[in-house]
Each structure stands twice: as structure tokens, then as C-alpha cells.
């Protein structure tokens, strides 16, 4: 038996449709446990500033409901940390973020603002909570990373993802590159090595094939999915292909 991939289903855009009408269906509580029942290691969920997907509500109840762990999304805000705190899911990721982007470009820059990042590790980590850092595959990022006193990092694939919708194969084989010594790095350093943003059932294979890596988190092209298949199929379908 070889090494088992976990897999963290982000539902944020489950409440994207419930927003869309400002109702309460889909309820993203009702997601996270068939997620939950269906296999998934842990549940996602990404509390913005303008709460456009989920909410406060949404990941109270979710912390209370679900058996597999919470893993919170969130930027490096005084009010987001006291939620954080508050709450204490298993996880926290910290995430750069604008109002005006329609996800989550780009990870966040560590060594930019290193003091500020370190301030928020130590307080949440204080919390009993295991802290990873959303950050692009780049070197001077996992050491800073490691520098601040992470649990983890998650190297952000979007331009891999973008790359493969494109059918850029040498830029494909580039980004894999820059991510396999990236998580080789970070695994060195003491950093557990996770995964996610744009990964799909055709284009996650090569991720889940690299060794160091042990979480991945897939939202959106699973909510894809569930629309057709349902959500439960879809996200077994996810863990026997990152498995197989």
C-alpha cells in the first residue's frame, strides 16, 4: 500500500450559489457533511471580508457538525485572527486577499511582510491551531515560511493549472520543476507540503505524483462536478484518482 493523499474539499463555492439568490440553499453545512461522510479529510472554506462564499455562521457550524478537520482560509487581518481564535478550527491558512479578484491570485508574500506574518503564526499557533501559508513555489518563500515558524505551507499551482488548460506543455513541465524542488525544499526545512488552486480530475495526477506532498485542496472543480454527478460521487471519484 503506498502513501494515502488527503484531500481538503473546499465548499466556498457551494455558498456562491446559495449568495447568488440570497437564500439558503445550497446550504454549505449540508455540503461539508456529505463531503465529510463521503471520505474527505477536511473541509476548506475560505471567510473573505465581503463573506461572499461562506460565513461566520457557516464555519461555526461546520467546526461543531463535521468528524474530519477545518481547515479556514483567511488574510492577515486583525479581524479575521480574532475569529480564528474564537472558533479554533484544526487548521488556519493564511492567504493574501483583494475584494476585486474573483479568487485567490497568487500566495502570499512571506518575505515581504515577515514580521507581520510571524505576529499572526505565533498568536495562532498560541490558539492550539496548526498554521500553513498559501505561497508560490519560489524558494525565498519556503524559507520564509519556515522562518516564521509555520506548520505547513500550500504551493499555489494555478500558473501549472493555467499552463495545462492551455495545452503549454513546456511551460506544464516548468511549473511542475519549479513545484517538485519547491515542496523538496520546504520538506528539508521541517514544513509539511500540501497543494491546491486550479487543480482538476484531468489535471491533478502529476501533482499527487510528487512525493513530498501530502494534502491537496480542490474546491471548484468538485462543486463542478457535484452539479452532474453529486457531491458525494464527486468526491470519492477525487480520492481514488489522487490515490490511484
Known sequence: MGRRIRLGVNIDHVATVRNARRTFEPDPVHAAVIADLAGADQITLHVREDRRHVNERDLKLIKELIHSRVNLEMAVTEEMLQIATSVRPHQVTLVPERREEVTTEGGLDVKGQLERVRAAVERL????????????????????????????????????????????????????????????????????????????????????????????????????????????????????????
Open 125 to 244: 499557533k498560541g490558539a492550539g491551531i496548526v498554521v500553513n501559508l498559501f505561497i508560490d513555489p519560489e524558494e525565498e518563500q519556503v524559507r520564509a515560511a519556515a522562518e516564521v515558524g509555520a506548520n505547513a505551507v500550500e504551493l499555489h499551482t494555478g500558473r501549472y493549472a493555467e499552463a495545462f488548460a492551455a495545452g503549454n506543455e513546456g511551460e506544464v513541465q516548468e511549473e511542475l520543476e519549479r513545484l517538485k524542488r519547491a515542496a523538496k525544499l520546504a520538506k528539508e526545512l521541517g514544513l509539511r507540503v500540501y497543494a491546491g488552486h486550479g487543480l482538476t480530475y484531468k489535471n491533478v495526477k502529476p501533482i499527487a505524483e510528487i512525493p513530498e506532498i501530502e494534502e491537496l485542496n480542490i474546491g471548484h472543480s468538485i462543486v463542478a462536478n457535484a452539479v452532474l454527478l453529486g457531491l458525494k460521487e464527486a468526491v470519492e471519484k477525487m480520492i481514488k484518482l489522487i490515490n490511484g
